[in-house]
């Protein structure tokens, strides 16, 4: 006797319950690819939280069923190719504009689900006046914002929000506030704005907190319907390529420096029901 | 028949917008043209639902322009010399992803923050780039305030044919300045959808992508050869000039906008004295009328280029004679306007040789 007939490998009813056919049932699926994700190889850095938060917009757009009424603006940075990935209409802005780009598609399709996708030095840098203008003007759009404290496409240079202390090509010995100034808690500026319907601030290192941006950004979603202002989601994460880390040290670094200056959870709620 | 109104350049060319169904304008205050944004804010959303919105900059209006501009509607926006710089960035942008959109830039007379008062300093910057790389905007020059609005209707056309930027190139003066306008009826908005536009993907299409980006250095040359081959094809069927008297001329005045109509007083108070002079004023400037400058240059004893610049179109007129005939040249600056007795004068000392 051997192995498989041993253990019923050969008998004509388990093969049956063991076909692909058989397994690959909706009821058994747990896991798979966003529909709204192209089968195009991501180009992010191995434990990049890029891809989580790309998949995480698909995974919206595809459980809300607007990829027909979505249109994203990549920004200039590392998600300069977002477009390659997200299986939705996209134009790609200018470094730091994104959010006017995102302003003007709204302002002609108002009935359409609008989002702008940008980095740090995009969004709080070099774009930070149309950042602030757009939140202030309320427009009915979701701004997302990944902050990773660094210029990552650039090579690893010093962000608006790079930590104090913090080394980058051009802070070597560490962000010096004399020097350098402080690191831009842009999003708790956001938060004050009348403008802004709902500001919040999650991460995507562990299942908790990408259940969490989920949420977030499923809500930036679905908020643009009540036309009640502007949706802010600041992705705070990892960049291990230009921290000079393993992809484990990097989420160390994120939890123990990025989170407490960093801090995660709600700024701004809707106060209203949506009505 | 259509409608007969006095009107100030700004106003008519925002009542011309509004009527040739434009879908949105973006816009930032600067003199001398913010009386588009504020006509346009006062007559547009209720009369087509037309969106205006004031940016908080030059560079966030254009950046606003190109969003819009993707979901394939009819925008447009306007300023004056040091906004339109502002926006260059933008330009290169939206000629290199191929869309179509109105800009209009009021000139005034530069560089830095210059002068409020009217100049074409701005030639070189609207026809031969500003922005970086190798691209070219579409560039119509009224001389009346009726062409501040036909050239709204034909910008449109020529930017939706071509899929390109195209630039209303006035000055402080035409935007200022009331004359007589007949305005054409309202061109309903736009209800078509470009299949190359950004308005949700449905399931059926591939998703559109409006970028400029192409990291492949093959595709990237490809990209910059369609869009040559594109000017080349405007520059083929595109080109729209007038010529004034200048069938039996021996000496052509050549400028554009507004100057063109000085220089027509100039040629017939040159003719009383004998002078045979003729006016040649380009209406595009890109694409240029070379070769109908050239066929001219067989014929002429002399041109005389006058411009609000330091001598700017006078090159493409150089160009054009290649040194067949003498090219003379006649600039104010600063906001000046050339005078009759300006010009007349210094077609006379140029030419005092060549007449007799």
Redesign the interface.
Known sequence: MNEKTMIGLEDEHFKQMISEESICVAENIVYEKPSVLTDTPMHYCPGCGHGVAHRLIAEAIEELGIQDKTIGVAPVGCAVFAYNYLDIDMTEAAHGRASAVATGIKRVLPDKYVFSYQGDGDLAAIGTGETIHTCNRGENIMIIFINNGIYGMTGGQMAPTTLIGMKSTTTPFGRDVELMGNPLKITELIAQLPGVYYCTRVAVNNPVNVRRAKKAILNGFKYQDRKKGLSFVEIVTNCPSNWKMTPIESNKFLEEQMMPFYPLGDLKIPTDKGE | MNEIKLMKGNEALAEAAIRAGC??Y?GYPITPQSEILEYLTLEARQRTGM?V?Q???E???I?????????G?R?MTSSSSPGISLMQ??IS?IACAELPCLLVNVMRGGPGLGTIQPSQGDYFQTVKGGGHGDYRLITLAPSTVQEMVDHVRLGFDLAFKWKNPVMILADGALGQMMEKVELFPQIPRKINIEPW???????ERE???????YLVTEVMEKINLDLQKKYKEIEKTEIRYEMTGCDDAEIILVAFGLVARICTKVAELAREKGIKVGVFRPITLFPFPYDELSKLSERVKGFHVVEMNAGQMVEDVRLSVNGKVPVEFLGRMGGIIPSVDDILQALELNYAGALL
């Open positions: 879908d949105g973006f969106v919105l940016a908080e900059s560079v966030a209006a950046n606003m322009v190109y969003g819009a501009a993707g979901t509607k925008v960035e933008c942008y536009a950004t308005v949700g993907k449905p399931k998703r559109n992508i409006i970028t400029s980006l």
